[in-house]
């Protein structure tokens, strides 16, 4: 898993948290509870990643994995 990506969602989320910041994390574990939770995330994704993630595989995210399975899928796709 990139390090970029660890980092993205570490800076997302409360820092009592931060050890559960793995790739088998569920993303509502990590605080992303709702479609709003995902566009932010997906957000900053777009932009740390010079990425662009579209709406329907953004709701498909279930793990910090798929994540990062999708910003690499988009590589060199955006921004």
């Known amino acids: ?3 970029k990506i660890l980092s993205i969602v570490r800076a997302l989320t409360n820092p009592v948290i931060h050890f559960l ?3 088998d994390a569920l993303l509502t574990d990590l605080g992303f509870m709702d479609e ?3 566009c ?3 957000d900053a994704v ?3 990643c010079d990425v662009e993630i579209p709406t329907p595989d953004m709701l498909a995210w279930r793990t910090l994995a798929d994540v990062a399975e999708t910003a690499r899928a988009f ?3 955006g921004g």
């Open 40 to 42: 932010g995330l997906r």
């Open 1 to 3: 898993m990139s390090d």
């Open 36 to 38: 709003i939770d995902l």
């Open 46 to 48: 777009e932009l740390g």
């Open 21 to 23: 910041v793995e790739p």
């Open 75 to 77: 590589e060199g796709v």
